[in-house]
């Protein structure tokens, strides 16, 4: 699959297009259609683009026209030049299908890597950047094996769970997606320069932002909406109760896709955000087999219709129609919904048959999720006792695994283990497992 090749004039209006308030997408891609393309949509008089969309979306086509491209328009030329870079607009027949199905795709994406990708059914998991070792297994587990079904796993290139996921579908043979907040040519974390360079290789980097665009707090939760766009289904691995990943779930429940949350420890506080969504509908999972069994009627009908597109009734928007209506969704083997239930404070809340939709509103919830509410409280510990403690989560592990992690001796291990038993700290399990410990 190949991007449609854009002339000077053509990627010109496009960079214009994509850079005025005021043109909701749909609306932009029924002009664009309306008037063959882009440069001919910037030359229409005003009256004549305002007879199609009305005067609001005719000012900003104006605007557009007026914007002064040319040094932008030099800089991604050259970034298009290099062998696996692409850029695909809103009225190519390479833009992701499951993406149109959104109310605001971008006009156009800067992609880095596969486009075929793009077009097999996704999966996102998404979770903590301070996941724990326990959390960042159970990503790398569910990605494999969900990438060995055959499902592209979609998450942010991020720290903690979304590089355990992509690691994993890499790991499984399978291809993986990462959304990033910044230009496709920057990594960030800068550490995952190497990851970056495989996803690429086996996989698609996907933007909005155009190269070289750092990272900056307000894109994060903006790329979020294209994660959940990208998937069929969104599966939270661990996430505190104020966390990134929640706004993530939330759009995807929005959208039409199926939730999934991965429970832990009551004591766990990256489990809370996962215990929440859960409470609120989303599907209790526990193996990727409780994914795969939801999903791959989804799978098995796009696969036989050639579209990764999610299945979803939405009206049709015409051009001067509202931009920010909701599809209506159509939900595949999915549970029945619960009622909904009063809360605490009289509000009812509106549970959905397998996704979740947090009662917190977007600006309620930070861009990072709050590392500092999953940490333990410091205790002065030996050299040897942090990184045990650091190991453990609070799923029971088994020695060879803590070794493992830890990278320990015996001898070594041994001792710290018997640290933080005395410092109440590890409780000790039949058949010799062993768990953090919290205080109540």
Not at 266 to 289: N, S
């Amino acid at each position: 699959m190949h991007a449609r090749s854009l002339s000077q004039e053509a990627l010109g209006a496009w960079l214009a297009l994509s850079a005025v308030r005021g043109l909701p997408s749909a609306v932009l891609r029924e002009l664009v259609g309306a008037f063959g393309d882009a440069p001919t949509l910037l030359a229409q008089p005003l009256g004549t683009v305002a007879e199609k969309a009305g005067p609001e979306a005719a000012r900003a086509v104006a605007a557009a026209a007026r914007i002064e491209v040319g040094e932008q328009l030099e800089r991604t030329r050259a970034w298009c030049e290099t062998p696996g870079h692409a850029i695909v607009a809103l009225d190519d027949p390479a833009y992701p299908a499951a993406l149109l199905t959104m109310h605001d795709p971008p006009p156009i994406l800067y992609v880095r890597g596969r486009l075929e990708s793009l077009h097999a059914p996704g999966i996102a998991i998404v979770g903590s950047r301070s996941a724990t070792p326990q959390g960042a297994d159970d990503a790398r587990r569910f990605a494999r094996e969900l990438a060995a079904a055959g499902f592209v796993v979609v998450s942010g290139l991020a720290l903690g769970i979304d590089a355990a996921a992509h690691r994993g579908a890499l790991e499984g043979g399978g291809e993986t997606v990462a959304v990033v907040g910044t230009g496709a040519d920057v990594v960030y974390p800068a550490q995952h320069v190497a990851l970056a360079h495989d996803i690429a290789q086996r996989g698609a980097i996907i933007s909005e932002w155009p190269p070289g665009t750092p990272a900056k707090p307000a894109h994060f939760p903006q790329r979020n909406r294209l994660i959940a766009g990208m998937s069929v289904g969104v599966l939270v691995v661990e996430a505190a109760q104020r966390s990134g990943s929640l706004i993530t779930a939330r759009l995807a429940n929005e959208m039409g896709r199926d939730v999934f949350a991965i429970p832990g420890s009551i004591h766990a506080p990256l489990a809370r955000g996962c215990h929440g969504l859960i409470k609120d509908g989303a599907k209790l999972t526990e193996t990727p087999e409780d994914v795969l069994e939801e999903l791959k009627p989804m799978h098995a009908a796009s696969r036989a219709n050639g579209s990764s597109a999610p299945r979803q009734a939405a009206e049709p928007q015409g051009a001067a129609g509202p931009s920010s209506a909701e599809p209506r969704a159509v939900r595949v083997a999915s549970p029945p919904r619960k009622r909904s239930r009063p809360r605490a404070d009289g509000a009812r809340t509106r549970p959905a048959a397998s996704g979740a939709r947090p009662t917190a509103s977007p600006a309620a919830l930070p861009l990072f999720d709050e590392a500092d509410a999953a940490q333990p409280s410091k205790v002065a510990l030996s050299g040897a006792g942090d990184r045990l403690l650091a190991a453990l989560g609070h799923a029971p592990a088994a020695l060879e695994v803590l070794a493992a992690r830890t990278e320990m001796d015996s001898a070594t291990l041994q001792a710290a283990l018997l640290e933080l038993e005395l410092r109440g700290l590890l409780t000790v399990l039949p058949g010799g497992r062993y768990v953090r410990h919290t205080r109540s």
